[in-house]
Every structure is written in structure tokens, then in C-alpha cells.
């Protein structure tokens, strides 16, 4: 999370193939990563996500796939064309349509905004680990108009770090832990 990080989005479609495909992005997929948009078409997403995080990107696109979801997030890393800037921290909300993935790219940041938009997710995927650090949300109970963080003095529950929003679920999984409501 750098503050110098750009403050925009991007739409991005992939196909349904293992190697998740770019059929589409926006011109400000430039502006984020630097790369080009006759660059990206064609190209696989596993020349963009970190090496450590491919494998279980693929799982998640397969899974999200199979499960027709909409409005699932999830927290990687992205290669950005200058070697200098390395990979940026992303938050990519994606949904199926059709016979694609669509999905918005943004920098991933934390405050209300993120909070915000984990609480009207499907579910919400940590693929990097500094993200399960670095958006540690808490279990929360939502009232119609505001959340309110939930009291955890009990010693014999544990704090759940992650957020969920009503019927939705939250998980890690390069570890391997879900949480359903």
C-alpha cells in the first residue's frame, strides 16, 4: 500500500482458459500497470500475477467460474510493466458474465472504501499474505446504515480477521482458512 499509488481503476475481461486470457481492458490498465493495451490482449494472466500467487489465482477464477459468483474480491499482486515499481498491491472485484470474467482493478487500499466495498461482497480472497496483514478487518455485525465493530473480550473466541458481509464469506486461501456466516 504506497501512498504514491495511482487513484484509479480499471475494467479488465479474462476468458475462461487456465491460462486466463485478457480479452479487454480499459486504457487506464496503462495508467495502473503500465502495461499496453495491444501489450495485454492475448496475454495470460500468469505474466501478471506474482509467481508465488498463480496457482491459487487459477483456483479462484476456476472457482468463481463453476460457482457463477458475482462480486467476489480478492487481494494480489500485479506486475507492473517498470521493473523499478515491482508488483502493486491490487483488490480486483470480479464477476461472471456470459462466457468471461469481468472484473475492476484498483490499487488496493484501506479506510472506509475498503471497508466499504468488503462489506457488499460475495466474498472476500487474501491471495497475498502481506494483505491479510496489512486489511486485517474484523468480524463486524451490519445494522441497515452503519457497521459496528463486534466486542471480542471473550478469551475462549477467537478474533476472526477477516470481514464478511451477510450471507457472504471471507478466507485466505494460500492457508487455507474459509469463514462462512
Not at 106 to 130: I, M, R, Y
Request: charged fraction near 25%; include cysteine; aromatic fraction near 8%.
Amino acid at each position: 500500500m504506497d501512498d504514491k499509488a495511482p487513484r484509479l481503476s480499471c475494467i479488465a475481461i479474462v476468458d475462461f482458459s487456465q491460462d486466463i486470457r485478457f480479452v479487454y481492458v480499459t486504457e487506464s490498465f496503462s495508467d495502473l500497470l503500465g502495461w499496453g493495451i495491444r501489450e495485454t490482449i492475448g496475454r495470460s494472466g500468469s505474466d501478471l500475477v506474482h509467481p508465488d500467487e498463480f496457482s491459487v489465482v487459477r483456483e479462484l477464477h476456476y472457482d468463481t467460474i463453476r460457482q457463477d459468483k458475482a462480486a467476489v474480491l480478492a487481494y494480489l499482486r500485479l506486475k507492473h510493466k517498470d521493473p523499478l515499481k515491482g508488483y502493486l498491491l491490487c483488490v480486483i472485484s470480479r464477476t461472471v458474465v456470459h462466457n468471461v470474467l469481468v472484473g475492476s482493478i484498483s490499487p488496493a487500499t484501506t479506510g472506509a472504501k475498503a471497508l466499504q466495498n468488503a462489506a457488499t461482497a460475495q466474498e472476500v480472497d487474501f491471495v497475498t499474505p502481506v494483505a491479510m496483514k496489512d486489511f486485517e478487518f474484523r468480524y463486524m455485525n451490519f445494522a441497515p446504515h452503519k457497521a459496528l465493530e463486534r466486542s471480542f473480550s471473550d478469551a475462549s473466541e477467537p478474533t476472526p480477521r477477516f470481514l464478511h458481509a451477510a450471507g457472504g464469506s471471507a478466507r485466505c486461501p494460500a492457508e487455507g482458512r474459509a469463514t462462512e456466516l
